[in-house]
């Protein structure tokens, strides 16, 4: 525990009170004008090719998740999306790499876009979009990551290989590069690990303000710094 955020439970007093009840995605939106900004991002991750939307519910997360969409300068996404099926937590044949890139360079009209996934194969530039390796098993890897992308970001997401540890470290290593006020985001939490990540926002909450989001077909796990 003590590596984990370089503190001990003994005679600390949480920074965050711990996380309550499991919130829903759709909560995120309550006002007409946020319903409006999901249904644009929508329609973007379907234009693209991406799951968030067609699949899960990710739109009324994302839209809303920000104070302020206008003035988000850098996004990150861990795993674009490989088409390669030999790869753990692939998109199948038919998935479109850097899907979801392409849909937040286009609803966060200000922000350069970054990506980073294993397959070197389908890494690409394009306007205001930069990808990268990373392996997310790795510890150097990341830190390596962050040091060509820099920090300061709004956003940060992992889309990638879908473990408990690939979580963990991405939690461990990429907090210190968000901005003040900026979101981490743990995609596709299977429902049936409802008590493990329950577990671990009692930690996280112990230095930083999280929730544990309940979607049409998982669960999304949000650390704000």
């Not at 302020?68 to 861990?78: A, D, G, H, T, Y």
């Not at 674009?80 to 692939?90: D, H, K, V």
């Not at 690939?166 to 907090?175: E, V």
């Amino acid at each position: 525990m003590t590596l984990f955020f370089n503190f001990t439970f003994q005679n600390y007093t949480p920074r965050y009170a711990f996380p309550k009840k499991i919130i829903l995605s759709k909560s995120f939106c309550k006002s007409k004008k946020k319903l409006r900004q999901a249904s644009k991002l929508k329609k973007l991750f379907d234009i693209y090719g991406s799951d968030k939307s067609k699949y899960h519910d990710y739109h009324y997360i994302y839209s809303s998740i920000l104070k302020n969409n206008q003035r988000v300068k850098k996004i990150l996404e861990i795993g674009i999306g490989t088409n390669n099926t030999s790869l753990l937590s692939n998109m199948g044949e038919k998935g479109s790499p850097g899907a979801s890139l392409k849909a937040y360079r286009d609803f966060f009209n200000h922000s350069k876009v970054y990506g980073a996934d294993i397959d070197k194969k389908i890494l690409f530039k394009d306007k205001r979009i930069k990808t990268y390796y990373v392996d997310q098993t790795s510890n150097k890897s990341i830190l390596k990551l962050f040091k060509s992308f820099g920090g300061n970001f709004d956003l940060i997401i992992d889309d990638g290989l879908h473990s408990h540890t690939a979580n963990l470290n991405l939690i461990i290593y990429s907090m210190q590069f968000l901005k003040k006020n900026g979101c981490l985001v743990i995609e596709d939490i299977n429902l049936n690990s409802k008590s493990i990540w329950q577990t671990i926002s009692v930690i996280v909450s112990f230095k930083y303000k999280c929730f544990l989001v309940k979607c049409k077909k998982s669960f999304i796990f949000l650390v704000y710094k």
